[in-house]
């Protein structure tokens, strides 16, 4: 069973910065996509970055320029550094990782951890 935990979400001023860790477990991590959502209060969850197994990189255009992600297969760990933090970057972040296996394809979740920005 596959297991992500997040941490690393708090409330922060605008303008400030966090990093957000994932650890997973269960997964043969360097064969695993993994990404970032979001979830903001009334809103549907949206991605924000993605991070493939052979490290291609992509972002939402409302983060690209402030946020990082970047992944450790050593300690199978996926980090967002969010920099120039903004009010509407507030919401639960969620950490999301994809696996194909013999054409069936794998999707779990993490628990989710709350990013407050106020102005």
């Known amino acids: 069973q596959v297991q992500l935990v997040e941490s690393g979400g708090d409330l922060v001023q605008a303008g400030g910065s966090l990093n957000l860790s994932c650890v997973a477990s269960?997964?043969?991590?360097?064969?695993?996509?993994m990404a970032w959502h979001r979830q903001a209060p009334g809103k549907q969850r949206e991605l924000v970055a993605r991070?493939?197994?052979?490290?291609?990189?992509s972002y939402s255009e409302s983060v690209k320029g402030r946020f990082v992600i970047s992944r450790d297969n050593f300690v199978a760990s996926v980090y967002l550094q969010m920099n120039s933090l903004k009010p509407e970057d507030t919401g639960v972040y969620y950490c999301?990782?994809?696996?194909?296996?013999?054409?069936?394809?794998?999707?779990?979740w993490g628990q989710g951890t709350q990013v407050t920005v106020s102005s």
């Open positions: 999301n990782s994809e696996r194909e296996i013999y054409g069936n394809h794998y999707t779990y």
């Open positions: 269960g997964t043969l991590f360097r064969r695993t996509d």
């Open positions: 991070i493939s197994s052979g490290g291609s990189i």
